[in-house]
């Protein structure tokens, strides 16, 4: 059974940033399908960055340029790198083995993430 256990949220300001961790446990199909997502209150969750083969990455529109997906795969940890930080990027951010779009596996506990001034 694969567990994810997502750290590094928090309360931050406009403009700013947040490093977001997740250390995953059990075997994963691959390792080539992280992904991080997010779920805002009264919102379905939404993909927000996938990494692949290669450390390729794909982005959601809203966050591209602002935010960067990478992976320790010796550590069995994905990280979230956030910047220049919106009130629209207050979310629940999870993360979880990408099949289509959605998590392969149970969702961990997340990570809260509050922008606001």
């Known amino acids: 059974q694969v567990q994810f256990v997502e750290s590094g949220g928090g309360l931050v300001q406009p403009g700013g940033s947040l490093r977001l961790s997740c250390k995953h446990f059990?075997?994963?199909?691959?390792?080539?399908?992280l992904a991080w997502y997010r779920q805002a209150p009264g919102k379905q969750r939404e993909l927000v960055a996938t990494i692949l083969t290669g450390d390729r990455a794909n982005y959601a529109d809203s966050v591209k340029s602002r935010f960067t997906i990478s992976r320790d795969i010796a550590k069995n940890t994905l990280y979230l790198q956030m910047n220049n930080l919106k009130p629209e990027d207050t979310a629940v951010y999870y993360c979880?083995?990408?099949?289509?779009?959605?998590?392969?596996?149970?969702w961990g506990p997340g990570t809260q993430v509050t922008v606001s001034s």
């Open positions: 979880n083995e990408d099949f289509m779009g959605s998590g392969r596996h149970d």
């Open positions: 059990g075997a994963l199909v691959t390792v080539y399908a």
